[in-house]
């Protein structure tokens, strides 16, 4: 620690008066504020008592530097501050000293670095230097940039959920009901008939446009357009298609076979959807211009390969059946949002109704 020097009081230039000490003439030189026993101090700053402490507990030090900072007859004083400071805001050693703050005693913080008044640099609430922002080391953006892409890939896949599920439905269903109501138009027409218009010869149908509609009551209340055809853009359009290959399907009109037909069972209309709902004992009708032909169900495979076509042929294995006769196949992917395996349901002919000219439906369809 060092020690503040010593120094002599100078002899006082004039005479010095004790304020209130015995034999004090009125109006002697007094110090304004001044302690009764009290000095005035050899520079006229304050008063000492007889041992050079000032009435508030400070020593006066003669000299440039005596004055306390804060003493309001120092220059560069501030009042209600501690400490020592020289004319201008200077300590004792000649360094200038901060401005301190009225109410906290601490340095403004406009007089830090970086401030108002000391521009250098960004500080803290006490004048002291602020840490610079940290940057992101290559570990943090590293997973920033992986969470910004697993983001954008959920709502890129979110998107593609709904187009697959709802919007291809939207989109497949006013296909087919638009070849649906052209088959009908044309059924009122009196086209697909043979150019000779003989009653007695089988009518010729377009496949490519379409031969009839399926009703299953307990799948679906819609009636399902039926064309040539299981490939995808065929089966996109909304509808169900007879199988063309690998074993070709029989028609409803044929004296024999097997009429085996395919669809979605999700996205692009869905039409098999809900074939889980279809039970043995279940009517299962096909309409064409001319007939109505009632299928009744008689076995269900819930799970088989999708690569078992024995589930077509004329006599369908795994059915039941023995004999050959007149049937239907309802085929689909199983399970629900996925192509893993077939399911299959299986009907049998019981009846054919002919066509009404008010086209009336069979009980079938009227009373479930």
């Not at 000095?39 to 508030?56: L, Q």
């Not at 805001?89 to 200038?96: E, L, N, S």
């Not at 059946?321 to 049937?327: F, L, N, Q, S, V």
């Not at 049998?348 to 009373?367: F, I, N």
């Amino acid at each position: 620690m060092s020690k503040r020097p010593m120094t002599t009081p100078r002899e006082p230039a004039g005479p010095v008066h004790t304020s209130g000490a015995p034999g004090t003439e009125p109006g002697a030189d007094t110090a304004p504020g001044s302690t009764p026993g009290a000095t005035v101090s050899p520079d006229g700053t304050g008063t000492t008592d007889a041992e050079g402490a000032g009435t508030d507990g400070t020593v006066r030090v003669p000299g440039p530097y005596a004055a306390d900072v804060g003493d309001a007859s120092a220059p560069g004083g501030t009042p209600g501050a501690t400490g020592t400071t020289g004319p201008a805001g200077r300590d004792r050693d000649g360094r200038a000293a901060p401005a301190l703050d009225k109410t906290t005693d601490a340095p403004r913080s406009g007089d830090g670095p970086g401030r108002p008044g000391n521009p250098g640099g960004p500080t803290d609430a006490v004048g002291g230097p602020s840490p610079a922002p940290r940057r992101p080391g290559p570990v943090a953006l590293a997973v920033g940039v992986f969470g910004e892409l697993m983001i954008t890939a959920g709502v890129l896949l979110g998107l593609f959920v709904v187009y697959s599920l709802w919007w291809t439905n939207v989109v497949a269903n006013q296909e087919a009901n638009r070849a649906g109501d052209a088959i009908r138009e044309s059924w009122q027409a009196g086209g697909d008939t043979e150019e000779n218009g003989d009653p007695e010869e089988p009518r010729v149908y377009r496949p490519e446009d379409g031969i009839g509609f399926l009703h299953v009551p307990t799948m679906t209340g819609d009636e399902i357009l039926v064309k040539e055809g299981i490939d995808l853009p065929t089966l996109n359009g909304g509808i169900a298609g007879y199988y063309d290959q690998p074993v070709e399907s029989a028609m409803p009109w044929d004296e024999e076979g097997n009429f085996s037909l395919a669809a979605h069972r999700d996205g692009h209309g869905a039409k098999f959807h809900d074939i889980h709902k279809v039970r043995e004992g279940d009517p299962v009708v096909f309409e064409t211009r001319d007939s109505w032909y009632v299928y009744r169900v008689f076995s269900i495979l819930p799970e088989t390969s999708r690569y078992d076509i024995g589930v077509l042929d004329p006599i369908p294995e795994g059915s039941g059946a023995t004999e050959p006769g007149r049937y239907i196949t309802l085929t689909t992917c199983t399970p629900i949002f996925t192509s893993t395996y077939r399911y299959i349901v299986w009907g049998e002919l019981e009846r054919v109704e002919p066509m009404s000219a008010e086209r009336t439906p069979p009980p079938e369809l009227t009373e479930s």
